[in-house]
């Protein structure tokens, strides 16, 4: 991301944005109330961009950008936030309903044919499942 | 029996609309009716004296009058008859105008029907009214305090100084609940034990407050100005048990007391002996034997006998009781701190150098003692929030106290260690009270270092003991690691445990957050809704110093306003059993929700009126319709039913509501105020409550050609008897199995609530029961006459 600072704008799209993500996430994003315990015991917090207090902050303000972070693909889904949340928000849905959004665009980032015998051979299935789902539209 | 009937014109509020010439002539030359008379305003001066004047020529016995409803000139009208030497009470009103006139303002035809109906009814109710008369009950000047912290000592006093016998009852052994145990207080920083000890002396040495330390409520049953309680005498194992009076304090035994545990008092900070001053401003300053690690049952030991000069130590004391009866309760239990290890993720309990806020006060305490039994290290961290405003225990409010007493306790620290490093992490920083802003912003000024961030979870660090704590700071977006000599909880403010059982006994109301609930949250903010109960201090919910006080005096100033009449009137419309009809089952022996009937020596039951609130919830239980209510009787009803429905002709549906006077009947004359349009084929009478509908009453309105009954009440939440619902409940379950039982379909009974402002779902409702009744068959002659319990 471009580390300068930019202005943010409240347009009818950041409200729709917004609406987006909690129509798929179901869970009050504005309830959130920024305490931080969701970043601070994140077990991958150091290998994320923005921390994930941050996504839902952003999420918010509507700010799409956040669908090109790092963060939202380094959650595991371990829910250690989601039961510490004091205000019972699950964060990682949330982190869910992103990449939703992303893969609903459906974009190929690999060619399946361009695996080879031995890839398939050596690749643990997990992490073939995990390729798929993530980098196949 | 000579019945008077008046209608009232309203000046044409209800003479446009309804036909009073037919209605008059419909009533004239009735059973006993000895004159009706029309007047263009009742409620005046005129038509007033009219009603007296009649009662005087014609010696009525009885007086029905048609006009507006019954919460506008009820009382004016009791006045008249009262004034021509007739009881108030040998009166009914129809409702001609909210009801009728108003209602069905377009249909002047349907208007005078109902009207018809509703004045039958309040004739047929009339013929079975009694005179009732209103007690009057004498109050005295006792009341009991229960809690001996700083609420309860501020409403004693004030109750004391203004002349009230104060029985004051505290669990522990010393007065002054957890003030006492405060270094200083915010944001003035005075200290906490210098302005309490005060007031705690003048407790002890009051003439109008007798102090019972050790006690605890056994039980407590009551209502209306009337309480008796059962209070335990904890042993203290010193002579004698009620006072203590062999106890001189002169600390020998103590000397010689050969086994030591953490002080309680302090927060286990310090030790004490097994015998003991639970703290050194202790109230009454007496001596307490600490059984758990005493070793005279054990081993024998005497040690402190032996050097007591008094001879006061009794090892073998055993409970004793003391009863005491008063006429109003002052509930002042306070909080108990949120057990920290609910939150596990914070190690409290299982790491050395996590201590919670109680604790911290005493640490501070003593930390400028040249040897502090606990030192803080170098740098200090305190977490708000823990047991607040965390859904994860269940805990959504805010303790309010919690950010204001960590600033307090770090500024202390701050100034007697200047070179500690403090940091404070709170979520949002409250500093909403007087000074609190200042006081927050001089402690930023001294360096305490305030991070916005909630920490996650701790590490402790297994040889040097360092706390190392996990939390982002939400305001520059950086994961802060750090490790800590010592971590503070800033944990909050919990209902107290002792609390449950009072308000169990007394059927207080509790809150969502599970403290105890004032009658109104802004208007009587320390009235309960159990008449003669009032709350003080934190019972009520989580309150600072000034506030706790403030009102503490409130609590005290409300019992002196409410005993100041000297003698209180009981409503005359209570329960009240028919000797001749108690068989002595004793089915509504349990059942009572304020316990205010009771067996006789003959095992009939009896009504205890100085607890009965009115609501008829036992009517329904007696088999034998033994049990009756004053105003709103079995006959009363049955008859008022019976008339309403006399009118129906056939083709016509019928729906009978029985509304409650709080919120269904007052619902419905607000939809006559604003003149707004319902189906007219419903008759709506009073009831005081949902509750009072037994499944007789439900069944006869049936035989006597109800099509739809509905049972309207205000909603469980606020209702003014919070049992209602589970009554009415019950017995229309009954009233359903009847139906069932004769072929007749079930949802022809109705329940529901309503609130008096909610109009639009009083017009949907009926206008819904009319639809619903005219898809629904009729039920046959036979059918109907089965149904009447009054014919078994």
């Known amino acids: 991301m471009d580390d300068r600072i930019k202005k943010v ?104 044919n361009d695996l080879t015998e031995d890839d398939v051979d050596r690749l643990p299935t997990i992490a073939l499942v995990s390729a798929y789902r993530k980098l196949t539209g | 029996m000579k019945i008077g009937v008046y209608l009232c014109q309203c000046g044409g509020n209800i003479s446009n609309t309804v036909d009073l010439e037919a ?94 109906d509703l004045l039958d009814a309040s004739i047929g109710k009339v013929r079975h009214n009694v005179p009732l008369e209103e007690k009057m009950m004498k109050m005295g000047d006792d009341v009991l305090v229960i809690g001996g912290g700083i609420a309860g000592i501020q409403t004693a006093l004030d109750l004391a100084d203004s002349g009230k016998n104060v029985t004051l009852v505290e669990r522990q052994p010393t007065i002054g609940g957890n003030m006492a145990l405060l270094t200083k207080t915010f944001p003035t920083e005075d200290c906490a034990s210098c302005i309490l000890s005060p007031k705690m002396a003048e407790v002890e040495g009051h003439p109008k407050i007798n102090l019972i330390v050790d006690g605890e409520i056994e039980s407590i049953k009551g209502h209306r100005l009337h309480f008796e309680a059962k209070i335990k005498h904890k042993p203290r194992y010193i002579s004698p048990e009620i006072n203590m009076d062999e106890c001189i304090g002169c600390a020998l035994c103590e000397e010689a007391c050969p086994v030591s545990a953490p002080n309680h008092w302090e927060q286990g900070v310090v030790q004490r002996k097994a015998i003991y001053i639970p703290a050194p401003h202790a109230i009454p300053y007496k001596y307490i034997i600490d059984k758990d690690i005493c070793l005279h049952d054990s081993e024998g030991c005497t040690a402190c006998f032996d050097v007591c000069p008094q001879k006061a130590m009794v090892f073998d004391q055993e409970p004793e009781y003391t009863n005491v009866a008063v006429d109003a309760v002052v509930v002042a239990t306070g909080y108990d701190i949120f057990d920290s290890r609910e939150k596990p993720v914070f190690g409290y309990g299982e790491f050395k150098n996590v201590v919670n806020g109680l604790e911290m006060e005493r640490i501070v305490d003593h930390i400028t003692e040249k040897n502090p039994p606990r030192d803080v290290g170098k740098r200090v961290a305190f977490i708000q929030c823990v ?323 509905l049972i309207g009440d205000c909603p469980e939440k606020g209702n003014k008897f919070e049992w209602a619902h589970d009554f009415a409940k019950k017995y229309i379950e009954q009233a359903k199995q009847i139906l069932t039982d004769k072929g007749i379909e079930t949802d022809r009974i109705v329940f529901d609530d309503f609130t008096a402002s909610n109009l639009p779902k009083f017009v949907e409702t009926m206008n819904a029961l009319s639809e619903k009744m005219k898809k629904l068959p009729d039920i046959d002659s036979k059918t109907r006459a089965d149904l009447n319990p009054l014919e078994k």
């Open chain 1, 9 to 112: 704008k409240l347009t009818d799209r950041s409200v729709e944005f917004l609406r987006q993500v909690e129509e798929i996430s179901g869970e009050a994003i504005t309830a959130c109330e920024q305490c931080g315990t969701c970043s601070g015991g994140c077990p991958f917090v150091e290998e994320m961009d923005i921390t994930p207090s941050q996504i839902m902050r952003k999420v918010m303000l509507g700010q799409e950008e956040v669908l090109h972070t790092r963060t939202m693909w380094i959650c595991a889904s371990c829910f250690t936030c989601t039961v510490r949340c004091p205000r019972k928000l699950d964060v990682s849905k949330v982190a869910e309903a992103l990449r939703q959004i992303r893969l609903r665009e459906a974009l190929d980032h690999i060619d399946v």
């Open chain 2, 23 to 116: 209605i008059q002539k419909h009533i004239e030359g009735g059973d006993e009716i000895a004159v009706v008379r029309q007047e263009s305003h009742l409620c005046s001066g005129a038509g007033q004296k009219a009603i007296i004047d009649d009662i005087g020529a014609f010696d009525l016995d009885r007086v029905v009058i048609a006009s507006c409803s019954p919460q506008f000139h009820e009382k004016t009208f009791r006045g008249a008859l009262s004034r021509a030497g007739l009881n108030p009470y040998m009166l009914e009103i129809a409702n001609f105008r909210e009801h009728c006139s108003w209602a069905h303002k377009d249909n002047p035809e349907a208007a005078t029907v109902k009207a018809t």
């Open chain 2, 387 to 709: 047991g607040s405003r965390d859904e994860q225990v269940g805990r959504e409010y805010c303790s309010r106290v919690c950010c204001m007493y960590s600033t307090k306790l770090a500024s202390l620290l701050k100034q007697a260690r200047p070179e500690t490093d403090i940091y404070i992490f709170y979520t949002d920083l409250r500093a909403f009270g007087k000074g609190f802003e200042e006081y927050y912003k001089r402690a930023q000024k001294m360096g305490i270092k305030f991070i916005r961030g909630k920490p996650a979870e701790f590490k402790e660090d297994p040889k040097t003991k360092m706390v190392t704590v996990l939390v982002e700071d939400t305001l520059s977006r950086q994961i802060i690691e750090a490790e800590f000599d010592l971590v503070v909880l800033a944990a909050g403010l919990t209902p107290s445990k002792s609390t449950e059982k009072i308000a169990e006994h007394l059927k207080l109301a509790v809150s969502d957050d599970g403290f105890l609930k004032e009658a109104h949250p802004k208007y009587r903010p320390v009235d309960t809704l159990v008449e003669g109960v009032f709350l003080a201090g934190t019972v009520q919910g989580p309150k600072d110093i000034p506030d706790t006080v403030a009102q503490g005096s409130a609590a005290a100033g409300r019992v002196i306003a409410t005993l100041a009449k000297g003698e209180f009137a009981v409503d005359p419309m209570l329960a009240f059993v028919h000797d001749d009809k108690c068989t002595a089952c004793g089915a509504c022996f349990d059942i009572c929700p304020v316990n205010a009937i009771a067996a006789k020596p003959d095992g009939k039951a009896e009504i205890k009126e100085t607890l009965c609130v009115g609501c008829g919830a036992c009517l329904g239980a007696c088999p034998e319709e033994a049990i009756d209510l004053n105003g709103f009787t079995n006959m009363q009803l049955y008859s008022a039913v019976e008339a309403a429905l006399a009118g129906k002709k056939p083709g016509e549906k019928r729906a009978v509501v029985f509304g409650d006077s709080n919120c269904t009947y007052r619902v419905a004359d607000a939809a006559g105020v604003r003149k707004m349009k319902y189906a007219n084929d419903n008759r709506v009478l009073m009831v005081p409550s949902s509750c009072r509908i037994t499944p007789n009453l439900v069944a006869f309105a049936f035989a006597k050609g109800a099509d739809i009954v």
